[in-house]
């Protein structure tokens, strides 16, 4: 029996972030807090900074009119306790976490940093919790989201989100870095994540970036609803999995050149997808099963810094495993499976940034190969060949203007960003701004499920 699932089969392999991950993240959260709360979070010599606001993303009714996209809450807090250099024996200390609700009710928060750490010598530095490890520039500007975690409260700006273990860092004297990161603990990303009804079997989303499977699909002629089984994992089957890394350096007043390798889990859930066709009851029934994928992620960046001036050159390569973790042999699938691909990145930049003004230029390509036709069940790259122009200004103390302009000249992706801050006190700040997405007529891209995901905003926020 052929069953043709039209978009099925493409969306069903999207879900990255369905049940576990969303109650895995209640335990990130209080693992966080307790990190933080551990290390004596407030303190009279720590730096705290945050906000608290609000943002409607419709002065236009036109733009941005998707569920979840019209207006939102946010607020965000940092604090930040660094070592004194007297003082070799004195605790850091680090907490940032940021939330946002949207127009549908939906509460989505982020743990980016949250640990607890010192100098062991003057050489030797120790940390522990959750840490953005700063090893790839290429991953941290194009949002690949292989290293670290991403925020992902929109796709415009991901943001990143560390990975929680250990952290061991040596500085020698002619310098060289070495850095080591180990975990037992795994947690995915958090955001976007889906509403998964058991009793009813649907999947359903208020995130606007959540990439939503199909309700119905064609069988043998006819249009036939889609019952959804997703097979929740208990919290051990997940979280507990091992993470490790190395960095080997160099570093001196101008030049930082870093090589590294790791081996983790990827930052999101797969799924393994089995569909049968109820010829008595006319359904179709989809039977989800999430699954931890490892890969190798390795690579190496040479950045030069003088002054305000900075240019980067980078490269990274991911070899993800074929079969799922506790599996010793590739995962057969009764009719649908991830495909996974070996993924190869190669890019640079340079930029000055100071504090009247800033203007950068990014540039990626993908070196492995990648043929849509061929290959319909692995996920599209984010980026092919790609071209990222950015600018800033700062008109004295009171208003920032900034413009940011992604485009892959593969596929004809196009992001646009421009925003206006002004400053109406020392503690309230207006901002105004268009979010724009182009993709190509034919759909098919990474960006093409979120076409209509534009915004022309202006929101207020509280600085504190």
Known sequence: MIIKLKTLDRLLIRLLKVGPVARTSK????????????????ADDGLINGYIGAQTNQLNRDVGDVP??????????????NRSDSQINQIERRFTA?????????????????????????????????????????????????????RNFDFFE????????????????????YKFFASGLYIPELNPAFDINDNRGTIKSRHPWSDVPASSAMANGSTLPINYDVNIPSYARIVYRYSVGANIGFENKHWVFDNFIMRKPENGLSTKVTVDVD??????????????????????????????????????????NTFPDGSRQATQYTDIKTEKRREDYMGGGISRINSLYG?????????????????????????????????????????????????????????????????????????????????????KSFWSPYTNNDSLYAGLRYIF
Not at 73 to 80: H, K, P, S, V
Request: with cysteine.
């Open 68 to 81: 979840g996209n019209r207006f939102n809450g946010n607020l965000g807090f940092d604090f930040q306790k």
């Open 27 to 42: 335990y990130q959260f209080w693992l966080a807090c307790f990190l933080a709360s551990s290390g004596s979070l407030i």
């Open 359 to 443: 203007y950068g230029f990014n540039y990626v390509a993908r070196l492995s190969p990648f043929d849509r036709q061929k290959e319909q069940l692995a996920l599209d790259p984010r980026w092919n060949q790609a071209l990222n122009f950015f600018g800033l200004y700062n008109f004295g103390s009171k208003l920032t203007v900034s413009a940011d302009l992604k485009f892959d000249m593969l596929t004809t992706d196009r992001l646009i960003m421009a925003r206006a801050f002004y400053n109406v006190t020392r503690n309230f700040l207006v901002n105004v701004g268009m979010n724009l997405i182009g993709t190509p007529e034919d759909g």
């Open 158 to 177: 991901p943001g990143q989100e560390g990975l929680t273990g250990l952290n061991y860092e040596r500085k020698s004297a002619n310098g060289m870095r």
């Open 279 to 320: 010829t008595f009851q006319n359904i179709i029934n989809a039977k989800i099963v999430p699954q931890v994928y490892y890969h190798d992620i390795y690579g190496s960046t040479l950045k030069y810094r003088n002054e305000d001036i900075g240019m980067y050159v980078s490269a990274m390569a991911v070899r993800p």
């Open 98 to 150: 940021s939330a946002l609700m949207n127009d549908q009710s939906l509460l989505m928060y982020s743990v980016q940093e949250a640990y607890v750490g010192g100098h062991l010598t003057n050489k030797d530095t120790i940390r522990f919790g959750r840490q953005i490890l700063d090893w790839s520039t290429l991953d941290a500007t194009w949002g690949f989201g292989k290293l670290n975690n991403r």
